[in-house]
């Protein structure tokens, strides 16, 4: 098989990326490497991938890009780029949004049409959602997002779906549950807590730290995308991918007070954007795609603890 994987340069994207050469596929990764946080990061994820013959890296935005020659002869396409956070997509930073996660989906979805692609797999999230108190989050839900990047993210799925009802574009939209793991970007909270216990800094605690959050760990999260991939059924259609793991933050407190010590918390108000609750309901994603999350989030925490020790990040 031959892949194309946008945003390959990322915490989700290069995991990607790895698993697929470890398939024995052929992969073009494509990443503009964005500053939203440090690019010697994105290096380091696809540093092993850069040995591999099977692989080829296109520094490029897609959004300049040429792309239908990016597609010559790639059967699965895995579109994980996007512009990430949602604190940072109010105000002005929402033309950065509207750049990164619609006008290039769009001129992917595009170039896709004239393609001989079998599937496209989107990277929606669950942000889609909004702050909704009907938990589990089903599929069937009214979408109602709460936040620019969530309506960035929802804008562009409805994009792939009008592509596939149009123009037959083999598109399926994966709906992420927060995903953690190695790789994780240091703006998202577990990397955050985790670096701020082992170096000990202040962990800012937004709200009481009763909310809760359904993690996914990250080799879950790319299982679902390979079998969204290989899944006839799965065309067209939208999936919950969640861990099935929901806990709140000061469970999660608890988990990493066992793993590193004790912490240094610091309250502070509710975010903007942020929800209260998620919670996914993934009967479908079970069904259609054989989806069976593996890692629960104590043993997930751990091993994002390690691999951030590997790196050096100590006190």
Known sequence: MKCLVTGAAGFIGSSITDR???????????????????????????????????????????????????????????????????????????????????????????????????????????????DTPELPLVETAR????????????????????????????????????????????????????????????????????????FTFISDAVTANISAAQSDGAVGRVFNIGGGSRISVNEVMNILRGLLGELNLRHEDAQKGDVRDTMSETTAARTVLGYAPKVGVPEGLAREVEWMRSLGVSR
């Open 143 to 214: 979408p109602d997002p709460i936040s620019p990047y969530g309506v960035s993210k929802l804008a562009a799925e409805h994009l792939c779906h009008l592509y596939f009802v149009n123009f037959g574009v083999p598109t399926v939209s994966l709906r992420y549950f927060t995903v953690y793991g190695p790789r994780q970007r240091p703006d998202m909270g577990f990397n955050k807590f985790i670096a701020a216990g082992l170096t000990g800094g202040e962990i800012a605690i937004f709200g009481d730290g009763e909310q809760t959050r359904d």
């Open 20 to 130: 697929l050469l470890g398939m024995g596929c052929e992969v073009v990764g494509v990443d503009c490497f964005t500053d939203y946080y440090d690019t010697s990061i994105k290096r380091a994820n696809i540093s092993g991938a850069m040995k591999s013959s099977g692989f080829t890296m296109v520094e490029a935005d897609l959004n300049e890009v040429d792309i239908p020659p990016l597609l010559d002869g790639v059967d699965w396409v895995f579109h994980e780029a996007a512009q990430a956070g949602v604190r940072m997509s109010w105000g002005s930073y929402f033309d950065t949004y509207v750049r990164h996660n619609i006008l290039a989906t769009q001129r992917l979805l595009e170039a896709a049409k004239g393609s001989q692609i079998k599937r496209l797999v989107y990277a929606s999230s669950s942000s889609v959602y909004g």
